[in-house]
Structures are given as C-alpha cells and as structure tokens.
C-alpha cells in the first residue's frame, strides 16, 4: 500500500512533537524557609553545575514573604516542596497539617545559646539571676529549660523576654544578658567580627535531644511524586561540589546572589559545608523519635505519633 505523504510528514510532525514533550524538564518548586542565604548553597550549587538539569528537572526556588508561610501554602498543595525546620515539623503534624520530613539539607543543630564575655558569663550557672533574650515561644523557651535544668536551675532563676529576632542587637545593646536561637554559622560569627567575643553553649551538650537544622517538606500526598527522588539525587551532587569545591562553589553561589557577597556570608559560607547532609534523603530514624519524645515530654505537642507520620525515607 501506497504511503500518503502527507500522512506521513503529519505523522513524524506529531512524533517529534510527543518525543519534545516527552524531554521537557519535570517542574519542581521548593519554597525556602526564608530569605537567601548559605544555607540554602546546596540548592544553588546543585542548579549552577547542572545537577537538576540532568535530572530532568525545572527547578524553581522561592524565598517567601512570610516565613510561616511555605509549609501552609505546601499543605494547600501550592508548591512541591518547602523548608522548614524538624523542630517545627512535630508542631505543623500536631496542628493537623498533612506534610512529611522527605529529606535533609541540614542535618546538624545549628542554635545556640549565646552571651558576651564582657558579661561575665563563663558557664551556663552564671546566668542565675540574668535576662534571656528568644525569639521563638515554645520551643526555644523548653530548650532554655531544659538547658538549665542540666546546670542545676530552672526558669524561676531567670528572666526570659521575648526580643521579637532582634537577637544580636538587644544583646549587643546589653539589654539581655544572653540570647537563644543565634546560628553558630551566622550571628556567632557576626559577634566574633565585631570583637564582641561570643561565648556560646550548644543546646545538644545540655540534654537538648540533636535534630536535622533544615529539612525538606513534602505535602503527605505528594510523597510519590516521582520528581522527588530526582530533586534528592541532584541536591547530593551539589553537596558533593561544595565538598571538593569549595572556592569554586563559592563563586558560584556569590554569583547567583551577588547581594551576599560581604564578609559576613561569605564567613558563614566557608562554615557551612560540614554541616549539609551529605545524603539529602537518608533519614536518621531514632533522632526522629527521640525529638518527638522530647517535644512531647516538654508539652509542645499533644501527641506522640508513629514516626511514619512525620517523616519517610526516599529511595534514591
């Protein structure tokens, strides 16, 4: 039989149009904890060698307006992803809403309880009778408990005052003799470059249970979404590039947000690599369950659930 050529030529027409289709990049959208910053280098650095794009993947990050808003506009299915923190995860699941821990960009605490030396202040008992500056009610208040609970004293022997995140400038301004929630990859470093000589406690040397710092938040129905495992894959890559690039990797992030090239972030960049999870999708199932038993014991959820309800692990 006789091919018609018109046929034909709309035939291949449509099976290049389907095989195009077929090759577009998987859009992907995370919405970041909050503005850019080092943190979020993994993800740049994944984007700038081309990890995502080998991945098939169209990958858009978003810097929200409101930090409390990725995870509620993930709940509504708005995006694919969302960054946010494990101590946040168990308070957003008790609340009801339906997102799951489906990976780590972070995955060593970051906080830290911080004062000057010209304080005085050597050791956790000298904060006896001295103000504490947080910013986060809850949690960081139950960290300070805890903490000095392991010295010896209890939240009677203090005055906490909520500094609305003027952390550095109300401590700098010596109206709080110490403050919680400062970053030890961030505003410890910025005390440091100010000759302010930072003493800092690490919660986790104070009975405060270690956690994942940022993690990856996928809406509970979208678990599958067969783009996941893909961004999880590629956001290692650039985990590995920092790792054996780091100068090179630098440049990089510094050029896609020229805005954070001074000494601050650049200091906080070279500080940073230690702490990405090397593997983004591997997850530490006991830190999980002991954080949750920690936020239960110390009331700031209601319920203790089945790890499965917080967090899953991808395969990669």
């Avoid at 998987?26 to 740049?44: C, I, R, S, Y």
């Avoid at 139950?142 to 906490?160: E, F, K, Q, R």
């Avoid at 940022?214 to 650039?238: T, Y």
């Avoid at 593997?279 to 014991?297: C, E, G, Q, S, V």
């Amino acid at each position: 039989m006789r091919l018609n050529r018109r046929h034909f030529v709309a035939s291949a027409a449509s099976l290049a149009a389907t095989a195009t289709r077929a090759a577009s990049p998987q859009k992907f959208t995370l919405l970041l904890d909050w503005f850019v910053n080092p943190d979020h280098a993994p993800l740049f650095i994944a984007q700038a060698i081309g990890a995502f794009d080998r991945a098939g993947l169209d990958v858009s990050l978003i810097a929200p307006t409101d930090a409390s808003l990725p995870p509620r506009l993930l709940a509504a299915c708005k995006a694919d992803a969302a960054l946010s923190y494990q101590t946040e995860l168990y308070l957003l699941v008790d609340q009801g809403l339906p997102v799951r821990r489906t990976g780590t960009l972070i995955d060593k605490p970051l906080t830290t309880l911080t004062a000057l030396k010209r304080s005085g202040i050597v050791q956790l008992t000298d904060l006896k009778g001295k103000k504490i500056g947080f910013s986060v009610p809850g949690v960081e208040e139950a960290l300070i408990a805890t903490m000095l609970h392991h010295a010896g004293l209890s939240v009677v022997d203090v005055t906490l005052i909520n500094v609305n995140f003027n952390l550095v400038t109300t401590l700098t301004a010596g109206e709080v003799d110490a403050v919680i929630g400062t970053y030890r990859t961030y505003e410890d470093i910025q005390l440091a470059q100010s000759g302010l000589d930072p003493v800092i406690f690490l919660p986790e040397h104070y009975g405060v249970p270690s956690s994942d710092e940022l993690i990856i938040l996928s809406n509970s129905a979208g678990v599958g979404n067969p783009a996941l495992p893909k961004f999880l894959a590629a956001l290692r890559e650039g985990v590995a590039y920092i790792e054996a690039h780091p100068q090179a990797a630098q440049q990089k992030f510094l050029a896609a947000n020229p805005s954070l090239n001074d000494k601050l972030d650049i200091a906080s960049f070279d500080a940073l690599p230690t702490y990405f999870a090397r593997n983004p999708a591997a997850l530490d199932a006991a830190r999980y369950t002991t954080y949750r038993d920690f936020m239960h014991r110390t009331g700031l959820i209601k319920n203790a659930l089945p790890l499965d309800d917080y967090a899953v692990a991808i395969a990669t």
